[in-house]
């Protein structure tokens, strides 16, 4: 997984007030959820700021990272856990990160890339990604930028489904009939098959 870091200082005003005043000066307000538990058992979260030019290679970019924080000078790694956007103006309101270790799995999302040149594809099918990514469990040295899923068996009409993947060292959390990618007939490939009968 590629790494990239982000630079923030801790907040010490909280509320919405600040909050909007932070995005007015260009600033995104940022919890870190980890290890920290408060009395009853429930995750503490680390409310940082950051800005906005430090978030936009992570945020806007297909590919998935650990991100390397820097809170005011302590550093640890981090996973994007969740990031909400203004309905209409589509900027950034707020980030979650989700402290990572080298020995805790962690759920994340993974890009999937489809790879060779599908049967059906050769027979006047058409390759379709039903799925952009899928979730999968490990810990987070394990996690690859990509899922790579060859085709190159899959026949006019046929699906692979997550219940038929398998990748090492980490565990698919999707369900197994989830539809990942499959081969759809085309009016030439109707054609072609009606004209062998």
Request: aromatic content about 4%.
């Amino acid at each position: 997984m590629k790494e990239i870091s982000v630079k923030g200082t801790l907040r010490t005003e909280l509320g919405k007030k600040a909050s909007r005043e932070l995005r007015k000066a260009n600033s995104v307000p940022c919890n870190l959820y980890g290890e920290a538990k408060d009395e009853n058992g429930k995750p503490v979260a680390k409310a940082f700021v950051t800005t906005n030019d430090e978030l936009r290679n992570l945020i806007y970019s297909p590919d998935i990272y650990t991100v390397n924080l820097n809170i005011d000078g302590a550093e640890c790694k981090a996973i994007l856990k969740e990031i909400q956007f203004h309905p209409v103006k589509d900027n950034i309101l707020h980030v979650d990160f989700y402290e990572i270790t080298d020995t805790k799995p962690i759920i994340m999302e993974v890009p999937i890339k489809l790879e060779g040149l599908a049967e059906g594809v050769k027979a006047g099918g058409k390759l379709v990604a039903n799925v952009r990514k899928l979730k999968v469990k490990a810990v987070y040295s394990n996690i690859p930028e990509k899922l790579v899923i060859n085709v190159a068996h899959l026949g006019l009409g046929k699906t692979i489904k997550v219940g038929e993947l398998n990748f090492e060292g980490l565990e698919l959390m999707n369900s197994t009939e989830v539809v990942v990618c499959q081969v759809k007939m085309t009016r030439s490939a109707m054609a072609a098959a009606a004209q062998k009968k």
